[in-house]
């Protein structure tokens, strides 16, 4: 799907505040209500706007302690790959889950509530696996993330 000025603002928009009204997203790119709300059911529908989500504050769950866990799987063979990331997928502490190049396979976040709970997910959940050949955790003390994605393709619009 190629992105005109208007959606790219929508999206800028909508990133920096997805609990826009429709009239007031209208407003901030300059279109009408109808002709907006169109446009972000359109980039809701091409999957370009995959969803709109609510930051909440770990504490607030009893989420004391998040940790990255690199793993290194034994065998680099597809079923090892889609049997390894299906199980960690389905895990109510696995945040996010990704896939890298380099010395390690996975990246885990997890959100766990404290060491011991750590600990527990390490060793029932990740070295435990037939497939894992090494585990490294990283805790994580503090993390920043940027809401808004650069937009890289600005000038071929």
Known sequence: MKLDRIDRQILEALQNNARLSNKELAAKVNLAPSSCLERVRRLTQERVIRGFHAAVDPAALGIELQAMIAVRLQQHSRKSFEDFRKY????????????????NDFLIHVAVRN????????LDHVTQRKEVEHMETALIFESVRSMVLPDFLVDEG
Not at 88 to 102: H, K, R, S
């Open 88 to 103: 960690m997928e389905q895990l109510p502490q696995v945040i996010q889950l990704f896939y890298v190049a380099g010395g």
């Open 115 to 122: 060491t011991e709970a750590l600990r527990d997910f390490a």
